[in-house]
C-alpha cells in the first residue's frame, strides 16, 4: 500500500513533543515537512544532496537531550548510501532516519530511482547495523511510528513507502543562514562563539 | 511494522571494540610529535566530534582522539559526510574538526555549499598528498589543484611546512573559523609525512 505523503507527514507529527527536531533532505521532504507548518525546530536542506543523515548525526551526537529525526527521500539518501554505514557505526540512540520511499526522483521528472528497481533501504539499514529498521506501508503503522518518534531510544530507520505524486509545494524560507540562526536559538545552541 | 531480517543477520554481531584496535595498531608513539601537539589543540579548543577518512598521515592523531573519552571519533566513508557532520554539530553547539587527505577536497565540493549557504564554520586538517617526493602520479592530479579549489569554495586555506608550525597553524585556524563562522583548511605539508617508502 502506498501512502500519500502530506497525509503521511501529518500523521509522523501530530504528536510532536518539544524535543525533537527535525533535518530535511534536499527536495520534497522540505516541502513536505513545511507542510505541517513551519517550526524553528525544523532545519531544511536547500542543497547538499546526500548530507542530511550526517547533518542529523552530527546534531543527535552533539545534543543527546534533543531526539532528532531525519525526514528525506530516497533519491537523497541514495546520493549519501554510506552515511548508512557511517550511523550504523555511530547509532546514537536519539537519531531517527525516515526516508518517504517513492521509488522516483520527483523534482527532476519522475525518473525512476534504485528503489524502484533492486535496492532494499530498510534491509540496507539493517544490514549497516541499524537493528530497529522499519517497512511503513500503512496508515496504522504510520501512526505507530508517529507514536514512536517522541519515545524511541535506540537508533530508527524507517521507511516510509509514499505514492509517487507532487503535490502543491510548501516552501519556507531559503536563507540558511536564518535557517541555522533560528534552529540554534529554538533549540537553546549558546552564542556563536561556543 | 515488518522488520528487516536478513539471511546470516544471527552471525554477527556489529560491534567496534574501539581499545582493541587502538592497541593493535603498530605506531610509532611520539609524544612530542607534531600529531601529539595537533591533539593537544583540539583539546585545548574544545573539538568535541572529529570526523575522519582513515589516513596515514593522520593516524597517530586518529588513534588519539579514539582513545578519548571526550572527542567523538566518526569514521567516515567519504569525506563529504564530515561536511554535513560538522554543519549538525555546530546545529547542536559542539565544534568538530574534519581530518582528510588532499584527495578528499575533490570528494567534497559540492557539500561546501552548505558551509556558504548557512556561514557555518569549518575546519579541516588536510595533509597533502601529490606535491612532494610523491610516488603515485595518481596523487597528483588532485593534490595540485587543492589550493585553488578551496579558494574557489571560499575556504581560507593555511599551509605549514614545518613541524613546528602545525599546532600554532591549526590554533589560528580553530580560533578563525569558530569566533566568525568561516570555513578554514589547514594543508599540512607533505614533507611532514615524509617520503613513502613503496616495497616491489
Known sequence: MMLDRRTAIAALLAHRGPDLAIVTGLGSTTYDVASVGDDDRNFYLWGAMGGAALVGLGLALARPDLRTAVITGDGELLMGLGGLATVGVQR????????????????????????????????????????????????????????????????????????????????????????????????GTGAADN | MARAGPPGAAMREPTWDKEAEVAATPLPRSETGWPDQLFGVLKAKDIRQVGYVPDAGHSRLIELCAG????????????????????????????????????????????????KSCRFPLVTLVTMRGEWAEFNPWQVPMGSIVEPALRLCDVLVYRADHADAVAGTAEAAIDLAFAGELAVAVLLSQKLIGRKVWVE
Open chain 2, 68 to 115: 578519548d573519552s571526550t572527542i567523538r571519533d566518526v569514521v567516515l566513508t567519504t569525506e563529504e559526510e564530515g561536511i554535513a557532520l560538522a554543519a549538525g554539530a555546530w546545529l547542536g553547539g559542539q565544534r568538530a574538526v574534519l581530518l582528510m587527505q588532499s584527495s578528499g577536497i575533490g570528494n567534497c565540493i559540492n557539500m561546501l555549499s552548505l558551509i
Open chain 1, 92 to 187: 546514537p540512540a536519539n537519531l531517527a532516519i525516515i526516508v518517504f520511499d517513492n521509488g522516483v526522483y520527483g523534482e527532476t521528472g519522475m525518473q525512476a530511482s534504485h528503489t524502484r528497481h533492486a535496492v532494499d533501504l530498510v534491509a540496507t539499514a539493517h544490514a549497516c547495523g541499524i537493528e530497529l529498521a522499519l517497512d511503513v506501508t500503512d496508515p496504522s503503522e504510520l501512526q505507530r511510528l508517529g507514536l514512536l518518534l517522541s519515545r524511541f531510544d535506540r537508533t530508527l530507520f524507517a521507511r516510509v513507502r509514499i505514492a509517487p505524486d507532487e503535490p502543491t509545494r510548501v516552501l519556507p524560507t531559503r536563507d540558511g543562514v536564518e535557517l541555522k540562526l533560528r534552529f540554534r536559538r529554538a533549540v
